[in-house]
């Protein structure tokens, strides 16, 4: 278990690992300009289209910052301090800042705030996902994609943890989860992680229906009478 959750880390912290390689970056596709609405802390509100995207290259500004220019041209940048939510008005995703276990060397039990995507949600539970760049090897080479990590957030708890990473990290993984929950929730990992381990087919879905780790969650409470 101790090599497992050593390698985990390590995968965790591959998007930063690499710079000063010269390795290729996949271009995003997704070049359409979105509409969107900023809730700010303070109350107010911006709105207006993604002028530099919170996923941009290079990785290591990921999930922090953006701006957003309005219809009258002006650009304000925000960072993921001074945001509430994130409405994107074009497709009706929600974005928030979200608390995410990032560990590094020296560090294991950081906790960073990104912008993450809200997803199924029900009355004990909540699926959060937010996107960072990976390194592939392709071949001989290796190129920077982006790729999205599933976490939940189980009620009552300000942190989201990760356990859907990109397929080359070890794609559902809770060994993580499993750690940093042993003494709160340790049941409920066990019972989720037996779960999927006995029903693969669900398993494989979990990479594009993220929500089936919920309803695992759901099924766990019901079960236990909780």
Not at 10 to 35: S, V, W
Not at 168 to 188: D, H, T, V
Not at 196 to 205: A, R, T, V, Y
């Amino acid at each position: 278990m101790k090599h497992l959750i050593i390698a985990l880390l390590a995968a965790m912290m591959i998007p930063f690992a690499a710079f000063g390689k010269k390795e290729k970056k996949e271009t995003r596709h997704d070049k359409a300009l979105h509409d969107y609405r900023v809730a700010l802390s303070d109350g107010s509100t911006v709105e207006g289209f993604l002028s530099k995207d919170w996923v941009r290259w290079p990785a290591k500004s990921i999930n922090v910052n953006f701006k957003i220019k309005g219809s009258d041209g002006t650009e304000t940048k925000i960072t993921v301090e001074e945001i509430d939510t994130i409405y994107d008005l074009t497709n009706g995703d929600k974005f928030i800042a979200a608390n995410i276990p990032v560990p590094k060397i020296g560090n294991i039990g950081r906790v960073v705030k990104w912008i993450a995507q809200c997803g199924p949600k029900s009355e004990h539970g909540e699926i959060i996902t937010y996107v960072s760049w990976f390194s592939f090897n392709i071949g001989t080479r290796s190129e920077w994609r982006l790729s999205p990590v599933h976490c939940m957030r189980f009620e009552n708890d300000t942190i989201v943890y990760p356990f859907q990473f990109p397929s080359q990290n070890g794609s559902f993984n809770m060994a993580f989860m499993k750690k940093r929950l042993k003494e709160i929730r340790p049941e409920a990992v066990e019972y989720i992680n037996k779960y999927f381990k006995e029903n693969k087919k669900l398993k494989k879905q979990l990479p594009d229906n993220p929500g089936l780790f919920l309803e695992a969650y759901e099924q766990y409470l019901r079960e236990a009478g909780k």
